[in-house]
């Protein structure tokens, strides 16, 4: 699709009328994800671990990368079961270390791996992690009217990195936990404007 129009907030139109972020307008794959995916709520256990995963390996990567990955991702890490990942031994560290598919950082695998048993042991207590992430929602929602306004992190995604460390989680800085609460509509940072803005249900544009 092509971009039609520029409107000088970060926000394009393209020839389909609607706008959308500039990083979501180029790209067909990015713009189906912004569409139909981003920012609309996640509140099983399952699909909160398999997005914290992929933000985790998304570090220091553009988004599009882990995107296009995805499949390939859900495919070596058993579609991010926690109880299978957490069973993952070295013979398997050996088989994603080798698989093209994804992206083969020791660290990175390791903390999915790790991160899947803290997510067990999370059951032990009140909450799994897909309710102990959501209630670090915060009581109000960025309004950003320009793709500048738009934070990389809040003090709850600060609150949320330290609470999941002590949990014995990894690679869950405070960049990374915003940008998963994001993805998952804990908050709403589509710009003012986009055709997007308001739609996860969980805060009154």
Do not use: C
Not at 72 to 78: D, E, G, K, L
Not at 122 to 149: H, I, K
Not at 171 to 197: N, Q
């Amino acid at each position: 699709m092509a971009v039609t129009e520029d409107i000088g907030n970060g926000l394009v139109v393209g020839e389909d009328g609607l706008s959308r972020p500039a990083w979501a307008a180029h790209d067909d794959l990015l713009r189906e994800y912004y569409d139909t995916e981003w920012g609309l709520p996640v509140r099983d256990e399952q699909g909160v671990f398999e997005r914290l995963s992929l933000e985790a390996f998304q570090s220091g990567l553009s988004w599009a990368t882990i995107l296009r990955k995805r499949p390939a991702f859900r495919t070596a890490f058993a579609g991010f079961d926690p109880e299978r990942v957490a069973a993952f031994g070295e013979a398997d560290v050996a088989r994603l270390l080798g698989d093209a598919g994804i992206i083969r950082n020791r660290a990175k695998i390791d903390a999915a791996i790790r991160n899947a048993r803290a997510t067990l042991e999370l059951r032990e207590g009140p909450e799994d992690l897909a309710a102990f992430v959501w209630s670090f929602q915060p009581e109000e929602t960025p309004v950003p009217r320009t793709a500048a306004e738009v934070p990389s992190t809040s003090p709850e995604s600060k609150a949320l990195a330290k609470a999941l460390k002590k949990k014995g989680f990894a690679f869950v800085g405070p960049t990374t936990m915003f940008a998963l609460m994001e993805a998952i509509g804990i908050v709403d940072t589509h710009v003012v404007g986009s055709h997007r803005r308001g739609s996860s249900g969980v805060w009154a544009d």
